[in-house]
């Protein structure tokens, strides 16, 4: 694993940092979307991930208070049986998590808990240390996605987590700047352009690198990772000679 590869719970990622409880508290989407990360970063666990316990819970409750249609309660319910497996420790938790979903997913497909399932399927895969069926799975989810705001950006977070958990640097980068243009906070944005830039970098493409993070400092200098920015982009410079043609 290369160095500077974790970060947000047991160590720093490369020219990362938390947030602080006070913007956390302000604004309810980067909550969603750090916990998520966080939870994917510390132990290779998405997410990232996928739909997060709070979340699901919410939307599992929804389902089951508001839904007219037998079979959209039953596969609330069935969803909630596969989350809970997956957010319990316990040796064979992930597996029944998968085979629940994967039930979930065959019997009722065109219920919007049959859609979720697919990220509990991607969370415990990835769990499983299984990134490309996590990122398979994070994919499917997306082409079927309906419209639901947080629960796509969960699955895009878990795709470009994915992408650089598989070594596919270039596109993560693409990905976490994809990231950083919806972002709702300049703490969010500023962490997604900083991972973008690290995927640059480990890409072997200093020069893209390098405009990330002048574009961190540029825009967003008065943001706490800007100084890690300052550091990474003065190292950059330094090696690009090195790694151009």
Do not use: H
Not at 2 to 26: C, D, H, M, N, Y
Not at 49 to 76: C, T
Not at 157 to 168: F, I, M, N, P, Y
């Amino acid at each position: 694993m290369a160095p500077g590869r974790r970060s947000f719970v047991k160590g720093t990622r490369l020219a990362q940092k938390r947030l602080t409880k006070q913007e956390i508290r302000e604004d309810p989407l980067v909550t969603w979307a750090l916990r998520a990360e966080t939870w994917m970063r510390s132990a290779w666990k998405p997410i990232v991930i996928g739909a997060g316990v709070i979340g699901l819970a919410v939307i599992v409750g929804f389902l089951i208070r508001g839904s007219r249609r037998g079979a959209e309660a039953s596969a609330a319910e069935q969803l909630a049986q596969a989350q809970m497996q997956l957010w319990t420790t316990g040796e064979g938790n992930t597996a029944r998590a998968i085979e629940l979903a994967d039930r979930l997913i065959e019997q009722a497909p065109g219920t919007r808990s049959g859609r979720i399932a697919l990220l509990v399927r991607a969370d415990a895969l990835l769990e499983q240390k299984d990134s490309e069926g996590a990122l398979a799975a994070y994919r499917t989810y997306l082409a079927k996605d309906v419209g639901d705001p947080i629960l796509r950006r969960s699955a895009e977070r878990g795709v470009a987590v994915t992408l650089e958990d598989t070594g596919k640097f270039a596109e993560a980068a693409t990905a976490y700047l994809g990231l950083a243009e919806g972002g709702s906070s300049p703490a969010v944005i500023v962490t997604d352009l900083m991972s973008a830039a690290r995927c640059r970098e480990r890409a072997g493409d200093m020069k893209g690198a390098e405009e990330i993070y002048e574009r961190i400092l540029a825009q967003y200098g008065s943001e706490p990772q800007a100084a890690d920015a300052k550091l990474r982009l003065a190292e950059v410079k330094v090696q690009a000679p090195k790694s151009q043609p």
